[in-house]
């Protein structure tokens, strides 16, 4: 089976978060599945070596703001702000297809 994963995180310090996705990626990669992750990451040695990266490449730091934004905002107005980060994620799903 395959298994998309998508996250900003950067993966620079093990935190609670962090632990906790390392351990459902690598044990759906370690079980055979087909693992596929976009973030941040530059990191991958916590990561099964099966698992598939795709960078962002998109330091980004304003995650509250984003998700604050979404929830008052127009979306029109959010993609425009971050416009950047939003292409970057797409080029990242265009490449995992």
Request: proline residues 1%; charged residues 20%.
């Amino acid at each position: 089976m395959r298994f998309i994963f998508f996250s900003l995180r950067d993966f620079k310090v093990d935190v609670g978060e962090s632990v906790r996705i390392y351990g459902l990626l690598n044990s759906l990669a370690a079980t055979g599945n087909e693992v596929v992750f976009i973030s941040n990451a530059l990191r991958h040695e916590m990561f099964h070596p099966d698992i598939k990266h795709y960078y962002i490449g998109c330091d980004f730091q304003q995650k509250r703001h984003l998700q604050g934004y979404l929830a008052l905002l127009s979306y029109d107005y959010v993609y425009k702000k971050y416009n950047q980060l939003f292409h970057k994620i797409k080029l990242a799903l265009e490449a995992v297809n």
